[in-house]
């Protein structure tokens, strides 16, 4: 299996958070924490909490999604920048999104000590949205296992997760799905511009799902 660097993503990821998952003091340390970053000056918390899961689901299904993605477009970066550049702009719109994804909470939140957020999602987010911008007319598993075409996906995504902003209790950041997956596509398009060509020649060359 090639070294690539979703894998080794994947794998530091797997170790922080298996570390975390009994490391109270770790999760501290590495949580986003909007209060701590606007009052103490710790930003560092944008990139570290991609690192850091709530149990294994979470790590999971943030990991595999990651790899089954990831490793598609790491792959077309390679192909479109070449080898070295390929994974550099890699690099930067996983990171990319990963910290743009967490603005709109430390925004939400900077002034409330009670409020953190941890894990991958805005980022896996943003490689899922950057695959579907090559490839919109792949399948994808819906919940796993339900078919549905990877543009229909996207679009549900974003209209449930914007929904889901003001509309649900619960701890998921849905505003780090939502912007994380913008952000997947804004960085795709400044890294690639001619994406904009192909996507929209996709769409109007409709095919059965592939």
């Known amino acids: 299996m090639e070294l690539t660097v979703t894998l080794i993503i994947i794998i530091i990821s797997g170790i922080i958070s298996y570390r975390a998952f009994t490391d109270v003091?770790?999760?501290?340390?590495?949580?986003?924490?909007?209060?701590?970053e606007a009052n103490h000056g710790e930003y560092y918390r944008f990139i570290t909490s991609g690192f850091i899961h709530g149990g294994w689901a979470h790590l999971i299904i943030n990991m595999y999604v990651l790899y089954e993605?990831?490793?598609i477009v790491e792959s077309i970066f390679n192909n479109i920048f070449g080898p070295?550049?390929?994974?550099?702009?890699?690099?930067?719109?996983?990171?990319g999104t990963l910290i743009i994804s967490d603005i709109p909470t430390h925004?939400?939140?900077?002034?409330?000590?009670?409020?953190?957020s941890i894990g991958a999602s805005g980022a896996v987010?943003?490689?899922?949205?950057?695959?579907?911008?090559?490839?919109?007319?792949?399948w994808l598993g819906l919940m796993f296992f339900i078919p549905i075409p990877a543009i229909v996906f996207a679009v549900l995504y974003l209209v449930y997760s914007s929904w889901a902003v003001n509309n649900t209790q619960s701890r998921i950041d849905h505003?780090?799905?939502?912007?994380?997956?913008?952000?997947?596509?804004i960085i795709t398009i400044i890294l690639f511009?001619?994406?904009i060509d192909i996507f929209l020649t996709e769409i109007m060359n409709f095919q059965s799902p592939r």
Not at 84 to 95: E, H, N, P, T
Not at 107 to 116: E, Q, V
């Open 25 to 36: 003091n770790l999760v501290q340390k590495l949580k986003h924490d909007p209060y701590r």
């Open 69 to 71: 993605f990831g490793t």
């Open 84 to 95: 070295i550049m390929g994974k550099v702009y890699f690099l930067i719109l996983y990171f």
């Open 107 to 116: 925004l939400k939140h900077k002034s409330n000590p009670g409020y953190a």
């Open 125 to 138: 987010s943003g490689i899922l949205f950057a695959y579907v911008l090559f490839s919109p007319w792949s």
């Open 175 to 185: 505003s780090a799905h939502f912007m994380g997956a913008v952000a997947g596509v």
């Open 193 to 195: 511009p001619q994406i």
